[in-house]
């Protein structure tokens, strides 16, 4: 949030997310992390010679979680995917073998919104098409508010549901 990629606009969304967080944890609900995880060699990669800005190496402090959001719940109750790329090879995995099976909502925030977010929310769509998948953008950040902006009109075009925009 606000490390090599770090935004403005992403430190200013702590706030609501972690009263979302909040709501959600008082709520029951089940909450997953995707963390952008990548290795030393990250700028030999394909996402590193388009983006050559290292970032969320494995096991640094900028690849960490926020530390309001670490502090605010128990992580061990709740599942994380560690993905590589955009979007989580892994939660796809898991909808497509039925871990998911039953949900009736499912709601993203986070950063990049025109990178990840996005990317996560089109996998999850494409997987469970009947499923509303819903974007909160007041807990979204992009690279720039533009790019935000236009992830969200892009979303909305494949039926994301657009909240707080």
Same mark, same amino acid.
């Given at each position: 949030?606000?490390?090599?990629?770090?935004?403005?606009?992403?430190v200013?969304?702590?706030d609501?997310?972690?009263?979302?967080?909040?709501?959600?944890?008082?709520?029951?609900?089940?909450?997953?992390f995707t963390?952008?995880?990548h %290795?030393?060699?990250? !700028?030999?990669?394909?996402?590193?010679?388009?983006? #050559? =800005?290292?970032?969320?190496? +494995?096991?640094?402090? &900028?690849?960490?979680?926020?530390?309001?959001?670490?502090?605010l719940?128990?992580?061990?109750?709740?599942?994380?995917?560690?993905?590589?790329t955009?979007?989580?090879?892994?939660?796809?995995?898991?909808?497509?073998?039925?871990?998911?099976?039953?949900?009736?909502?499912?709601?993203?925030?986070?950063?990049?919104?025109?990178?990840c977010?996005? %990317?996560?929310?089109? !996998?999850?769509?494409?997987?469970?098409?009947?499923? #509303? =998948?819903?974007?909160?953008? +007041?807990?979204?950040? &992009?690279?720039t508010?533009?790019?935000h902006?236009?992830?969200?009109?892009?979303?909305?075009?494949c039926?994301?549901?657009?909240?707080?925009?």
């Amino acid at each position: 949030m606000d490390g090599a990629l770090g935004t403005k606009e992403a430190v200013q969304i702590i706030d609501k997310v972690v009263a979302k967080i909040k709501a959600y944890e008082a709520n029951g609900e089940s909450i997953i992390f995707t963390m952008d995880t990548h %290795s030393a060699d990250y !700028l030999k990669t394909q996402e590193g010679k388009n983006l #050559p =800005v290292e970032h969320c190496i +494995a096991h640094t402090k &900028g690849w960490e979680l926020n530390d309001r959001i670490k502090a605010l719940i128990n992580l061990d109750r709740h599942k994380i995917y560690e993905k590589i790329t955009f979007g989580s090879s892994e939660l796809a995995k898991d909808i497509m073998n039925g871990l998911y099976e039953g949900v009736t909502q499912i709601e993203l925030i986070g950063i990049c919104t025109d990178i990840c977010v996005i %990317s996560n929310a089109m !996998l999850i769509k494409t997987l469970l098409p009947e499923v #509303p =998948v819903l974007v909160d953008a +007041a807990c979204c950040a &992009g690279v720039t508010p533009d790019s935000h902006q236009n992830a969200l009109e892009a979303m909305k075009m494949c039926h994301i549901n657009i909240e707080n925009a």
